[in-house]
C-alpha cells in the first residue's frame, strides 16, 4: 500500500482552529468520495470521526469537519480542546491494490 | 451494544503460528466486510486483510500466503490465522467492521502480537 501523505505533527493552542491535510492522487482520494478520518489517543483503538469525505458520525463533535479539493482532503478541528490532543490518520478507498484501500501515515496533533 | 473483542494474541518466536479471534455482538460479522488492521509500535495503521460479504478474500503483499482471514457465523465470530511469522509482523491488531468502502466504524480494543527472533 502507497502511504496516503500526512504532516508529522501539527499543533495549536485552545480555542484556535487547524486543519490536517492528506494527499493522494487520482486513483484514490481524487477518485473517490470515500474519504474517512480517525482519531486515536494513545493505547486506544481508532475512532471514526469523518466518512465520505465530510459526513460526521452521530456523537462526534461538530468542531470536526471534512473537505476535499482534487487529490487532497483536509480534517479542520474548530475550537481546538485538550482532549483533541491525538493522532489523526486519513484513509481513501482505492482499486490501485488488492485491498482497495490505502491509510495515510497519520498526523500527531498537540494542543499547546 | 455493538462492538468487536479481540483475542488471541501473544508471544512467539519467529516461524511461529497465532490465531487471533474477533468475537461481534450487536451485528452479524457476515453481513458485513470485515478488516484486520495492524500497528506496529510507534507506527502507523496498515490493513492487512479483508473478508468480503461474499467470502471472498484479500491480503496485503506482505501477509499474502502467511495469514489467513475466515469467518465462523455461528460464533459470529472473524479468525486471522498467522503462519510463518516474523518479527515485522509485530504489532497491536485490530479487526474492523468496514460499513462503507472500506470506511471503518467499529473496532476491537486491540490484540498484541510480538515476535521475536
Known amino acids: 500500500q502507497s502511504a496516503l501523505t500526512q504532516p508529522a505533527s501539527v499543533s495549536g493552542s485552545p480555542g484556535q482552529s487547524i486543519t490536517i491535510s492528506c494527499t493522494g492522487t487520482s486513483s484514490d482520494v481524487g477518485g473517490y468520495n470515500y474519504v474517512s478520518w480517525y482519531q486515536q489517543h494513545p493505547g486506544k483503538a481508532p475512532k471514526l470521526v469523518i466518512y465520505d469525505v465530510i459526513n460526521r458520525p452521530s456523537g462526534v463533535s461538530n468542531r470536526f469537519s471534512g473537505s476535499k479539493s482534487d487529490n487532497t482532503a483536509s480534517l479542520t478541528i474548530s475550537w481546538l480542546q485538550a482532549e483533541d490532543e491525538a493522532d489523526y490518520y486519513c484513509?481513501?478507498?482505492?482499486?490501485?491494490?488488492?485491498?482497495?484501500?490505502?491509510f495515510g501515515g497519520g498526523t500527531k496533533l498537540t494542543v499547546l | 451494544e455493538v462492538q468487536l473483542v479481540e483475542s488471541g494474541g501473544g508471544s512467539i518466536q519467529a516461524g511461529g503460528s497465532l490465531r487471533l479471534s474477533c468475537a461481534a455482538s450487536g451485528f452479524t460479522v457476515s453481513s458485513n466486510f470485515m478488516s484486520w488492521v495492524r500497528q506496529a509500535p510507534g507506527e502507523g495503521l496498515e490493513c492487512v486483510s479483508v473478508l468480503d460479504v461474499d467470502g471472498t478474500t484479500h491480503y496485503a503483499d506482505s501477509v499474502k500466503g502467511r495469514f489467513t482471514i475466515s469467518r465462523d457465523n455461528s460464533q459470529n465470530t472473524i479468525y486471522l490465522q498467522m503462519n510463518s511469522l516474523r518479527v515485522e509482523d509485530t504489532a497491536v491488531y485490530y479487526c474492523?467492521?468496514?460499513?462503507?468502502?472500506?470506511?471503518?466504524?467499529?473496532w476491537g480494543q486491540g490484540t498484541l502480537v510480538t515476535v521475536s527472533s
Open positions: 484513509v481513501s478507498f482505492t482499486r490501485s491494490n488488492p485491498l482497495d484501500v490505502v
Open positions: 474492523a467492521r468496514d460499513f462503507s468502502w472500506r470506511q471503518f466504524d467499529i
